[in-house]
């Protein structure tokens, strides 16, 4: 796409083209800027807890590996060989002790540096090893476990990008374990759909769809227990829809406790493990931060471009093609909790969004794609994002609000997404080192 290919008209306050979806220079574009010039998530240290345990990633295209050295420090480096750029590690996760590059043998320690080459006789006497470690992205940072990076040295810090509302929502996140320490080691699961990666992240903090697409769910839930989950996505439900800025959102579900709501999963705790747990949150937060962490255990958080947190795991995102996702789901545990609190988040989780689950594939991902479907016909190429526009609550502290049904995420998401793709286009940014 060149610099002239305006994409701003595409994006209005309240309806967005199909060209979003659909373009393939569009498409080219996102990588180059939100995949390569901003910060994305890269996992979670939970993800890596042992010494030589490592992931593969992608920063848009570029493969990286996210991996803890023997020091102990996480680390993300660009998975190309030195030499003549050969991918160093080859498999999708594992432990080792470093890379040997599989073409000519450089074997790279797990901090990157170049330990070894084989023969080195045969180069000269300016050959500096020292000048040959991994390249890594320019930036890395972390908050309470979760890992960003960006391929640009200029970006600006995380905390700025991610701002005070996404910090809280991620230390509350954490701050649900006993010990302040999230466990990500319960496996992942992998989705891959036909369609665009957007019309999933639109639907991470969409309450509209609740009730049409997991009717099934909604119904299977009422009949095992009672419990009408229908009822807390209606257009008369307490929760809201907060927009916490940079394009960053999140459902917060306490108004539903507050309401006396029953069905997210510490209200259903009861019994010893659900009071030890509790007691445990008093324990070290004190009384009303415990009582505010368990309120939110429904909520859901989703963080510009490549990241949504939704109450027992947290996803990424990664594009393939204007017409093809890949996304990973990765179920959270809580260090310290008792052993029934995780085994609940677990099954819930499995429930839902598993291999079996009965609504994350069966209902969401079915609809993406015939969503994408859809949007292909284009006589009228516009959608409609304008559901409780008029209805926004602006709060003291500068947030804005909507009804958990309303379109506000949507809004907010597209906001940010027109502001970052009308930049300039650049080269591709460097890397350190
Ligand atoms: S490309 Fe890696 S050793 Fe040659
Ligand atoms: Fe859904």
Not at 58 to 79: C, K, Y
Not at 189 to 217: C, P, Q, T
Not at 298 to 322: E, T
Request: with cysteine; glycine share 8%.
């Amino acid at each position: 796409m060149s610099n002239a290919l305006d994409v701003s008209w595409l994006i209005q306050k309240d309806r967005i083209h199909s060209d979003v979806y659909l373009d393939a220079d569009i498409f080219e574009r996102e990588i180059d800027i939100l995949f390569s010039r901003h910060w994305i998530s890269i996992g979670h240290e939970g993800e890596i807890p042992g010494h030589g345990d490592y992931r593969q990633r992608l920063i848009g295209r570029q493969p990286v590996i996210f991996l803890r050295d023997d020091s102990g420090t996480v680390r993300v480096l660009m998975n190309r060989c030195t030499h003549r750029g050969n991918a160093v590690c080859q498999n999708e996760r594992g432990n080792s002790k470093g890379f040997t590059c599989s073409y000519h043998g450089w074997r790279f320690r797990l901090n990157g540096e170049l330990a070894t080459v084989p023969f080195p006789d045969r180069y000269g006497g300016d050959f500096d090893k020292s000048a040959l470690h991994l390249r890594q992205p320019a930036q890395v940072a972390s908050h309470r476990g979760f890992v960003f990076a960006t391929l640009n040295p200029d970006e600006v810090p995380l905390t700025e990008w991610l701002g005070p509302r996404v910090l809280a929502e991620l230390d509350d996140i954490a701050d649900l374990s006993p010990l302040g320490e999230l466990l990500v080691n319960a496996g992942v699961h992998r989705l891959k759909f036909r369609a665009n990666w957007k019309l999933m992240i639109e639907n991470a903090i969409d309450g509209y769809h609740a009730g049409s697409v997991h009717r099934s769910y909604n119904e299977s839930i009422a009949a095992r227990t009672g419990v009408n989950l229908a009822s807390l996505a209606t257009s008369s439900a307490p929760a809201r829809i907060v927009d916490l800025g940079n394009g960053h959102c999140a459902w917060d579900s306490r108004a539903l406790l507050a309401a006396g709501a029953k069905s997210l999963p510490t209200m259903q705790s009861k019994g010893d493990a659900a009071r030890a747990y509790e007691a445990a949150l008093i324990e070290r937060h004190g009384k009303d931060r415990a009582a505010h962490l368990l309120s939110k255990s429904g909520s859901h958080l989703y963080i510009f471009p490549n990241f949504s947190y939704v109450g027992s795991h947290f996803r990424l995102f990664q594009p393939v093609s204007a017409s093809e996702t890949r996304v990973q789901l990765f179920p959270i545990l809580l260090k310290g909790a008792p052993p029934d609190i995780n085994a609940r988040r677990l099954r819930m989780h499995e429930g839902f969004y598993g291999p079996a689950g009965i609504g994350g594939q069966s209902d969401d991902i079915e609809i993406f794609e015939r969503n994408q479907l859809g949007l292909a016909a284009r006589t009228d190429p516009w959608s409609i994002i304008s559901r409780g526009i008029h209805l926004e609550t602006r709060h003291d502290d500068g947030t804005v609000s909507g009804q958990i049904t309303d379109e506000l995420s949507n809004r907010t998401l597209w906001k940010r997404w027109r502001d970052l793709m009308t930049q300039p286009s650049e080269e591709s940014a460097p890397c350190a080192r």
